[in-house]
């Protein structure tokens, strides 16, 4: 096991206190969680810790998607209403219309990679499905033929016996102090 170096998830890592953690990438490769994990979460975990922009996007889109993001904006929005301009706030205007253009393109990014990870696992699921199809008529089959073998076995022991007993019947003379 490694220790966390610097920008490279560890397989030791702790889990994180910020909100949505778990969708981050050192923590969905954690060692105890990997047996819990649908084989594409973690191929697409694997993929997005091996990429520095994909990690700057993922904490710039957890941040960007959580209530501190709301209530700093509310406080720094407030604050420089209040003491940095005056009506009707031009500089403000620009800097929130800068921010909302650079956060859509973070959240265009997160949806096309959500979109590229649920098409990876919807395959794999399909692919999943035919192999679990394919066993289970293999199964069915099996059963099938085990059933005919039985129950022709159980019809020639049933016939013979019967056939036995009739014979038995036949070749002893009755006896009439025979109840």
């Known amino acids: 096991m490694t220790e966390k170096t610097g920008d490279r998830p560890s397989s030791t890592a702790t889990p994180q206190t910020r909100a ?6 050192v923590r969905l490769l954690a060692q ?25 996007a993922d904490a710039i889109t957890s941040f960007a998607g959580s209530m501190n993001f709301v209530y700093l904006h509310v406080a ?8 940095f301009e005056q009506s009707p706030w031009p500089t403000l205007t620009l800097i929130v219309s800068l921010e909302a253009i650079f956060l859509s393109t ?3 990014i997160g949806q096309n990679r959500q979109a590229a990870f649920q098409q990876a696992k919807a ?23 085990l059933t005919r073998q039985i129950h022709a076995r159980i019809l020639k022991d049933g016939m013979a016996s019967s056939s036995e007993s009739v ?9 009439p102090a025979k109840p």
Do not use: C, I, K
């Open 20 to 25: 949505h953690s778990y969708l981050r990438p």
């Open 32 to 56: 105890g969680e990997r047996s819990n994990r649908h084989p594409s979460v973690l191929a697409e975990a694997e993929h997005r810790a091996a990429s520095l922009q994909l990690r700057v």
């Open 76 to 83: 720094l929005f407030a604050v420089w209403m209040l003491v």
């Open 106 to 108: 973070f959240v265009m």
């Open 123 to 145: 395959d794999h699921d399909y692919t999943a499905q035919e192999q679990l199809l394919v066993e289970n008529t293999d199964l069915t089959r099996a059963v099938h033929e």
């Open 167 to 175: 014979s038995a019947d036949q070749a002893t003379p009755e006896d």
